[in-house]
Each structure stands twice: as C-alpha cells, then as structure tokens.
C-alpha cells in the first residue's frame, strides 16, 4: 500500500467502518461487537503497517504529502509521520482495540456508543498525523463530539455534569488555540503548513526570518500552552479530569487516560514549542515548575481519594507532569543551549512516558472497571481480600500497578527516571523535588494494592459476585501486562525510532533560538 | 399621466431606451417569475383550480423556476465575464454579488416551501394567501440584495417587511400569534419610517441617491470639513444613525431586537425559520452594498467615515453577540431560544462588516504583512459561507421545532426530554444544527466563524479595539455551549418521561428525508468547504 493511502486509511478507516453500523439490527449486539473489534483490529494492523514501512534512521517527517483541501485559505489536507508521532499512533490503535474488546459491558445503545467510538478514533488519529494547523484544530474538535456523547450518556451517575465540564474546558482551549493559530496565519502571509510555520520560527525560511516578534511569540505560547495543558492535563487545568474519569464508562476512560492526555504533550512538543521558541525558553522553567508540582500535587490527591477510579485519575496528573518536566528541561545560558543532550534525554523521556503512561493508566483502568463490573462499586475502604478470590487477576493488576509506580523492569520506570535525570542538568532543585515525587507514588499505589487486593476477606456488597477474569478480560489483561514488561526491559525498542527526529527537534530549536537570540541582541526582533 | 399614456411612450421612445428597460426585464425575470407565480396562485383561487392541483404546486414550481434562471444568469455573467450591469435606469444592479443572493434566496424559498408542504402548515383553504405572502417577500428580499439607490433600498426593505408582519400573525386564532405580529408591525413602522428620514438626510446632503455616486459626492463635500463642529458633519452622522437604525431591526441588533423573541415565539416555526434566515440575509446584503459604495476607496475624508462606522458596528456586534447568548441561556421556549440565537449570530456576522470597513479604511502596505488586496473580499467572503452554512443549521433546527410541534403540540425544551429514544433520526440532525450553531469542527458552522475571525483578527492591525471584538467573538462561543448543549442534553441524554406524548417519524419518511438532507449539508459544507468558498469569494470581488 502506498504511504499516502495507508495515512488516509488509518484516519479515515474507523469513521467509515461506523457508517455500515446504521444497517446493523439494535438486538444484533455480538455481531456489532465483532464488527467494531474487527475496525479497531484492522486500524491497528494498518498502523503496525506503517511502523514496518518507517524508517528510523531518517529524523524528518516521512510519507508526508498535502492535498489543496480550501485552497482559498491555503488549507491543506497534509499528513504526515515521523518518530514523534508514530509511536503515539501505534499506542491510539493498541489503546482503542483493547477498549473496544473491554466494551463488552456496555448495555444501553450499543449501536450509538459504537458509532461514536469509531469517530472518536479518527478524530484521535487525525490530530497525531496530521501536519496542517488548520486540520489539526478540525480533529481536535473532532473528537470533542464523540467523548462529550460517551461520557454524557453512557457514563455513570454525574455524567451530565462531568461530561460538560470536559466539553467546556477543551472548548475554551481551543478557543485560544484558534487565535494563536491566526495570529500564525497572518504572521506568515497565509500558511497553516506547521512545518514551513516551525521553519520562520527558526530564522531558516528563505525570506521570511523574523517575523514573529517577541511578544506575539509569548502570547501565542500562552495560547496554545493553555490550550495543550487542558488536555495533558497539568495544574491548575486538570480538574475536569477526575470527574470525566469517573463518570466515564471503563472503555473510554481507557482512551481517556491512554490516549487522549496524550495530545496535550504531542500538542507542546509538535506545535507550542517549535513554533515559538522564544515563548518556550521565556517560560521553560515555569512550566517544568509547573510539571513537578504537578507530580507532587497529583500524588499527594491520589492518595487523599476514596474512589478507586478518582484515584487513578490523580495519578494521571502526577504522571503526566513528567512528561511536561522531561519537555520542559532547556536550558539556556547567553543565547546557548547547555546540554542539549540532557534536554534530549528529557524530551525522550517524556516521550516514552507518554506511551508507557498510555500502557499502564489504561491497564489501570481496565483493572478498576473489572472489579466495578463484578461489584459495582469503587469505593477503596469497602475492598480489600481480593487476591483471596480473583488471585489471577490480582496477579495481572499487581504488575500493572507497578508499572504505574515506576518499578525498575517495568514501563513506567524508565520515562520518570530519565525526565528526573535531565532535570538535574535544568535545576538540581526541581531534580530532587520531582524525585520524591516517586516516593509519594509509591506511598500511594502500595497503599490502594494494600486495602484493595490484600487482607483476610473481602466484606463489601456484593461478595458472591467475584468470579475470576473470563478470557477476555485476561487477553486484554495479559496483552497490557506483557507490552509493560516489554518496554520495562527493552526501552530502546520505543527510543530508536524516535531518537533521530528527537535529535532534530533540540538541535533546530536550539539553533533557531541562537539565531532568535542574536537577533534581540541587534534589535532586528520587532 | 395615466398607464395608457407611459405604454405610449414607451412604444414611442427611442431605440436605446427600449432595449434598455427589455435588457433590464430580462435580467429581472426570476423576480417576475416569482411574481407571475403569485399571480397564477390568486387566480386559480377564483376558479376554483387550487381544488385539484394544490396551490404548494404553483409556488413550488414558481421558487424552482426562479432559482434556474438565477442559475443560468450566474453561468451566463462566468462566460462572459461581463462588467456589473445598472438596470432600470440605476435603480439595481446586476453583478455576481446580487446573483448570489438571489440564488440563495430563491434556494431557500424552495426549501422552505417544501418544509411547508411536509409540515402542513398552511392548510389548503389559507395556501393561496400564504405563498403569495412567502413568495412576495422573497422579491422583496431579492430587490434588497440588488438594490443601487436609497429609494430601491426602501422599497426593498419595506416590500420584505409588509408580507412578513401577516405571516407571523399567520396563526389566526392564536392570541400570541396576533399580538407578535402587531408588535412587528408597530416596530417595523417606527423603525422604517426613522430610516426613512435618515435617508432623505443623506440625499439631501450628498444631493443623491445612486450608491456608485454617494464615495464620490462624499469626498466633494466633506473633502475641506473638519470634526465634528460642522453641521454638515453632524448631520452626516444622523442621516447614517437613522439608517443603521432601520438595519438593525431588520437584522435584529440590539437595542432593536425587542420584537425577535415575541415574534418568533408567536409565529409558526416555518415562518420563524424564513424569517431568520431569509431576512437577515437580505438585510447583509443590503447592508453590506451600502456601506461598501459609502467607503468608496477609503482615501480622504472617507477613510475616516469607513473606520468609525465599522467600529460602531463592530461594537453592535459585541452587544448583540453577547447580549444574544446571555438572554438564550434563560429560554425555556425553544423557538424564543432560538430567537435569540439568531440574534446573537447576527452580531457574528456584523463582525464580518465591521472588520470589513475597518480593513477598506486604510490602504497602507505598511499595516499588512503580505498581500492585502484580499482583505476585504476574504471578510466578504466569511460573511457568505457564513450566510449560507447559516441557511441549513436554522432551518433545520426550524424544521425539527415544527416536526414535533406537530406531533406533541409543544415547543418547550422539556419536553424535548429523551426524543433520542423515539426519534433517533430528528434527536441527531437537531444535534448537528446545534454543534454547527455553536462552531465545532467539522460542521459547517465553524467554518463560517473561522472565516470572519480570521478577517477581524486582520483589522486588528488597524485598530485595537477589534481585539476586543475578536475576544468577544471567541468567548461568546464558549459561552453559547451552554445553551445549544442543553437542547441536544434534553434529546439525546435524559429519558423520555413515560407520560410524554410519542413521537413517531420513520426513517425513511419524507420529513425525516428532509431533515436529515438539510442537516447533511450542514456535515457536507464542513467538509467539502471549496466549492461553495470559491463561488463566496467570487461573489464578493463584485463589490470592490
């Protein structure tokens, strides 16, 4: 298949696998769970596909080409790839296969939830590839519909309210991201095209250096920050997370926490940063500020939480926060990146975090939806005794959990370690605070696997009610287990192919701001 | 002298004139068409023909008809490139802007009258009465979005006017009907007849009425005046108050919307949907050719004249927008909901103009980066898609009001409650009207919104205070979730209330067709957005 046909099919393919659903009978419900597995297995096969056609010797953006979609605003339909989005396309594929296996619950309207779903998908692809500002804000509003539908109607209790709250917020991100994206437009007479965008930021566009000024770079970082921090999400934007989290049904807070977090860091490192450099490094250390009391803060209200699920949304927060700090670790002295290396390997390290956070937050919740599934409740100090009755699944949830935690071994491990790392190079103070966020983490989740899966019995409602994981919920299960283990032990297998455009990334930024910079110095920057 | 006696001399008038007025009765034809179509209605009343062929038949051939020819003329101005054409001594004009809205308008009357022929509404004892109403306003509409002369301009609106004020009392037996209606009129009257004051004031100080001759004129007289110690100035100034007043209540800008709400609670849906969208769209024209021949080419004492009126209306359009959005927050009547709504769209697309003046004030290549020229056609261009995406989301969510008022007799939002359950299909085309209305991606909607943002985001360079007008913009969006939210809440997430009255619409039937077709276009234009974009900025290059 040919690169361009093999994008457009992994965008395009589970909206159109949702339109034949309308022929499907209501009361044919296996037959519509096949055929959504069967959409988001296809989806997922065409992404391997493309990771077996990537090459990950070359740094830039491969299969990249653009179609004239409203030519009189010089908006293109342009997809592209390289190794900062494809590891996250691979993860949207993996992420919606297991949530569609894990739909199997879902009662109420299965043909609308599966429709959205679909959508959903496309619109979560669409943003990863595409290459366009302009058609990324269109599938970043895309998926707004879907989730907004998701949680309202298929979610528990306060979804009314958790579901709006998430709409509003994402909404007025956008709002922002969408005069940042004109302020864009009209700097760079009419071009939405992020790469040629990333390009006169840099001073390396033929004619057209210096055009955005210092003060519009930091407004326009402002923007889009604000508009990528809603979604990563980061403190003080993060509050619509725990309630969509718990208000959503199991699957989508697997997406939720898998994939869709993820594209406020994607959004920072593809679009916020390379576009204002300036606006990044005047803000670097307030945001990698902001990351570590992110991880401190978020790990000290997982542990304050009751709510199985609201606790695993706390730890979001916490985890997300090292990918804010690993993306945020530049550092200048004189116009001069110091250690770029070392900003290197936080930009890596937030990246794997991302993917191993994608793993086991979803992992996370697959386990927390299959105790709610049996007992229908969440509540932490009503578990406890569960490894007595499900030891297969306790099993399968401890070594998720220590993943979350950071275990050496396992996923979640090398992302923190290496973000913290590259932190010390930024600032020893932020290193060793951020650092000890870990310790909170582990204070936390030991604590929940103590009440939830150890002691004599479990005594809450519903007791008879605790069968062992089917075989479903074990492949999903095992399938998590075995990519955590997998990425704990081998995390080159994630770094390779990203490595070389990582490497573009810091070195254009830190020309570009070396050039930005002699350009302040004789006053050439309006 | 007496009819008789002018056929005379027309007969007998020289060569050229005849063929002028034959040139200009050929270009009018989809308005005399539309007319001889009123006239067939009325006449088969009398001999009883409306008995066996329905009077909806008259209408709806005459609508198509008119939109064909419409069609044909904007084929035939692509061959041949022509220059704009005066008719009618100067009275309209005929260029790609006027065909535009002719077509747009012509399209919408057929939508709207087949809209009619599903949701019954008029039964076949009134049908004569209201296409002729319907179709009379829709000349009316058309002599406003080519009108060339102040004169026109009023004949125009009032024409629009007069057949809408007897459609919103349509509903003859209802109390709220009748009392809507006569506050339109009352409203209508006082503001027509302000502006027709206003427009004596301005002839009488530019010493014309012809559009093409008021830039010029303007620039003789005011070329030595200076501030605004000058009677004539001052003048100027209410002459264009007076005037922006009867645009405002045809567009229902605050602190001229007071009728909006009554009369589309109190009118039937079809009426309401006509009414918003077929009005207002007149009423841009208008506002937009008259402004446009006002500013001329932005040098001198114009350039002045440009930059405050667009900001005066950039800041109408901040009160109306926001105003708009606040007060539908509150509704519980969805037809007064979406009265407001409308309202506060017409302050969205005012920016349009706004931006559009303050960017034809100044002719500096020192403001913009790049390549200007576009500038004020892309603000035009906004304002059409907007116009036209505009077209399918209301009526749409019109129709869906009168498709259950039909069935439940209600049009209060609660009982809206859970209809995704019966009605699948009018639960989700509403959604999308709704999303669209709001401006989400990938609904038309947004696109319309994201064209006038980028055109006042451009005339910030100009002025700041079109930042706040972009901000107001952009928060009024957030803020208008809220309301549009709750209407697709109500339908698609809360139960149906088991003593509910039922709702039935198979899928596959006509109303149900046409719902979804009119909602379908509204997910086409925000995909397919090219075509109609081009055709938009096409249009728009006729005014500059």
Not at chain 1, 55 to 59: C, L
Not at chain 1, 462 to 466: K, N, R, S
Not at chain 2, 365 to 374: I, R
């Given at each position: 298949m040919s690169p361009e046909t093999l994008l457009t099919c992994i965008v395009f393919l589970p909206a159109v696998w949702?339109?034949?659903?309308?022929?499907?009978?209501?009361?044919a419900k296996d037959a519509m769970r096949y055929w959504g597995v069967l959409g988001t297995a296809l989806t997922f096969a065409l992404t391997l596909q493309l990771l077996m056609q990537f090459?990950?010797?070359?740094?830039g953006m491969q299969f990249k080409f653009d179609t004239p979609w409203i030519s009189n605003w010089n908006v293109f339909f342009s997809l592209g790839v390289d190794g900062i989005s494809l590891p996250l396309v691979v993860l949207t594929g993996f992420v919606c296969l297991l949530s569609m296996l894990a739909s199997w619950s879902i009662e109420k309207n299965f043909k609308g939830y599966l429709m959205l779903f679909l959508i959903l998908e496309t619109g979560m692809m669409g943003v990863f590839l595409s290459l366009d500002f302009f058609l990324f804000y269109v599938f970043w509003e895309v998926m707004l519909l879907p989730m907004y539908f998701l949680i309202g109607i298929w979610?528990?209790?306060?979804r009314e309210y958790a579901a709006i709250k998430f709409f509003l917020y994402t909404l007025a991100g956008s709002v922002l991201m969408l005069i940042a994206m004109l302020m864009f437009y009209f700097n760079s007479?009419?071009?939405?095209d992020l790469l040629e965008l990333a390009k006169i930021a840099g001073g390396t566009s033929a004619g057209r250096?210096?055009?955005?000024g210092m003060s519009m770079q930091v407004a326009a970082f402002i923007m889009l920050f604000i508009g990528f921090a809603i979604k990563l999400p980061s403190f003080p934007f993060h509050t619509w997370l725990p309630d969509a989290h718990v208000e959503a049904p199991t699957p989508i807070s697997m997406i939720l926490a898998g994939v869709l977090l993820k594209m406020g860091g994607y959004g920072i490192i593809r679009i916020a940063f390379p576009l204002c450099p300036y606006g990044a490094q005047y803000a670097a250390y307030f945001l990698a500020a902001l990351g570590v009391f992110s991880i401190i803060y978020g790990a000290f209200a997982a542990m304050a939480q009751t709510d199985f699920k609201r606790l695993v949304a706390y730890s979001s927060v916490s985890h997300m926060g090292y990918v804010l700090l690993g993306i945020a670790v530049w550092k200048i002295v004189d116009g001069k990146t110091v250690g770029r290396e070392y900003w290197e390997m936080g930009l890596n390290a937030a990246m794997f975090q991302m993917i191993a956070h994608g793993i086991s937050s979803t992992g996370m919740f697959f386990m927390v939806g299959v105790l709610y599934d049996r007992v229908?409740?969440?509540d932490i100090n009503k578990f406890g005794g569960i490894a007595q009755v499900m030891p297969h699944y306790a099993g399968l949830a401890a070594v998720i959990f220590f993943a979350g935690l950071g275990l050496?071994?396992?996923?979640?491990f090398v992302g923190e370690v290496f973000s913290v790392l590259a932190c010390w190079n930024f600032s020893p103070l932020l290193a060793i605070v951020a650092a000890s966020g870990v310790i909170l983490t582990a204070g936390y989740i030991l604590w929940t696997m103590q009440r939830v899966?150890?002691?004599?019995?479990y005594k809450g409602p519903?007791?008879?009610?605790?069968v062992e994981m089917n075989s479903r919920e074990l492949a999903i299960g095992y399938t998590l287990v075995v990519t955590a283990i997998l990425f704990g032990v081998l995390p080159h297998l994630l770094f390779d192919p990203m490595h070389g455009s990582i490497q573009a990334l810091t070195q254009s930024l830190a020309s570009s701001y070396e050039t930005l910079y002699g350009a302040i110095q004789t006053s050439q920057l309006p | 002298m007496d009819f008789e006696a002018l056929f005379k001399q027309f007969l007998s008038g020289d060569v050229a004139q005849q063929a002028s007025i034959l040139r200009s009765l050929v270009i009018f034809l989809p308005e005399l068409v539309l007319s001889g179509s009123i006239v067939l209605m009325l006449a088969a009343r009398l001999v009883s023909l409306d008995r066996i062929i329905p009077t909806h038949w008259f209408a709806l051939l005459g609508a198509m008809a008119s939109f064909v020819i419409v069609l044909f003329q904007f084929w035939q101005f692509g061959q041949a490139q022509t220059a704009p054409v005066e008719v009618f001594t100067g009275l309209a004009i005929h260029d790609e802007f006027s065909i535009f809205f002719r077509g747009f308008l012509t399209f919408f009357l057929v939508f709207v009258i087949a809209l009619t022929v599903l949701t019954g509404i008029p039964d076949d004892e009134d049908a004569p009465d209201f296409y002729s109403l319907l179709s009379g306003a829709v000349v009316g509409m058309m002599l406003m979005s080519s009108a060339n002369h102040l004169l026109m301009l009023f004949i125009g609106i009032e024409m629009a006017s007069v057949p809408s004020y007897a459609m919103t009392g349509f509903?003859?037996?209802?109390r709220r009907s009748s009392e809507a209606a006569l506050k339109f009129v009352v409203y209508g009257a006082g503001a027509a007849g302000v502006m027709l004051f206003g427009i004596s004031l301005l002839t009488g100080i530019?010493?014309?009425?012809q559009f093409s001759e008021l830039a010029p004129r303007f620039q003789a007289v005011f070329a030595n005046h200076a501030g605004m110690q000058d009677p004539a100035t001052r003048c100027v100034v209410l002459a264009l108050l007076m005037i922006t007043v009867g645009f405002a209540f045809k567009l229902s800008?605050?602190?001229?919307?007071?009728?909006c709400p009554d009369a589309f609670q109190g009118a039937p849906a079809e009426v309401g949907g006509f009414l918003s969208v077929g009005s207002k769209a007149a009423a841009f024209a208008l506002l937009v050719r008259l402004t446009t021949s006002l500013a001329?080419?932005?040098?001198?004492?114009l350039s002045q004249l440009s930059l405050s009126s667009g900001l005066a209306l950039g800041l109408i359009a901040i009160v109306t927008t926001t105003f708009g959005n606040l007060a539908a927050y509150?509704?519980?009547n969805i037809k007064r909901m979406l009265a407001y709504s409308t309202i506060a769209h017409a302050g969205y697309m005012l920016m349009a103009v706004s931006a559009l003046l303050v960017l034809q004030s100044v002719q500096s290549?020192?403001?913009?980066?790049?390549?200007?020229?576009?500038n004020g056609p892309r603000a035009m261009e906004g304002l059409l898609y907007y116009l036209c995406v505009y077209l399918f989301m209301n009526l749409g969510a019109f129709a869906i009001v009168a498709l259950i008022r039909n069935q439940t007799f209600s049009e209060e939002i609660?009982?809206?409650?859970?209809l995704a359950q019966q009605v699948p299909v009018l639960a989700i085309c509403m959604a999308i009207c709704m999303f669209s209305l709001v401006g989400?991606?990938?609904?038309?909607g947004f696109y319309g919104k994201a064209f006038i943002f980028a055109s006042v985001y451009e005339a910030t360079n100009v002025h700041w205070f079109m930042w706040v007008v972009l901000a107001t913009g952009g928060l009024n969006t957030v803020i208008s979730l809220f309301y549009y939210l709750r209407v697709a809440k109500t339908m698609c997430i809360d139960a149906r209330p088991a003593d509910a009255a039922p709702v039935t619409l198979a899928a596959s039937s006509s109303p149900a067709l046409y719902v979804m077709l009119v909602s379908g276009m509204v997910v086409f234009l925000g995909i397919i957005i090219d075509p109609l974009s081009k055709v938009a900025l096409h249009a728009a290059h006729a005014l500059f």
């Open positions: 949702a339109i034949p659903l309308v022929l499907f009978d209501a009361k090459d990950s010797n070359k740094s979610g528990g209790p306060r007479d009419r071009s939405f250096s210096h055009v955005y229908h409740h969440r050496p071994g396992l996923c979640g899966y150890l002691g004599p019995e519903h007791p008879e009610a605790l | 509903l003859k037996g209802k530019l010493g014309t009425a800008l605050v602190p001229f919307h007071f009728w001329g080419d932005g040098t001198g004492a509150s509704q519980k290549d020192l403001v913009f980066q790049g390549n200007h020229q576009q609660d009982d809206y409650k859970g989400i991606p990938p609904l038309g």
